[in-house]
């Protein structure tokens, strides 16, 4: 043989090996095509199904939604109906307060026009003798039932005094700026 001859073998035997790992990587390369086309095709049958669920879900929560909106609207109706009766239980209590500060302030207007009198009494019994038994005489004639009314009147005076006061104190700690803990 010549050496033409083995470079040729060479050659051939080198072209052939080539062939062959050609025909092996397309073999390979088309198992992994077949795969990828598998892979593929179940991706495309999952994405059909996930589709067919979120229809159906959608539908489901499009139900949800128009029940929750309604009974929404329920609440909403019911609440505005109520509103007015906490509005009237609100004036109540203004007005129930209103009444109060009125008959404390006719307490007071009472207890001052008895205690002026009383004093006026008391003024007139320590100037002069005169005086003092026209003064005995005007509280005897007010105190028909033998009573003594001048003491009925300070107990109302002082209790209303007292619950003046307690307005008084409310009214500052209302107003005042800090809050007892």
Known sequence: MTGGQIAGLIAAIAFAALV???ILFLRELT????????IVNEANESVKVVTKD???LSIEVQGLLNKSNVLLDDVNGKVAQVDPLFKAIGDIGVTVSDV??????????????AQTKVD???GKMTETPEASEEATATVKVANVSGQPTVSGI??????????YKKHQVRKAQENSTTKPY
Request: no cysteine.
């Open 154 to 163: 300070q107990k109302v005076g002082k209790s209303a005094k007292a619950l």
């Open 100 to 113: 109060n500060d009125s008959t404390r302030n006719l307490v007071l207007n009472i207890t001052n026009t």
């Open 20 to 22: 062959v790992y050609i």
């Open 31 to 38: 198992k992994t095509m077949k795969e990828v086309t598998g």
């Open 54 to 56: 979120v229809d159906a």
């Open 120 to 122: 006026d009494i008391k």
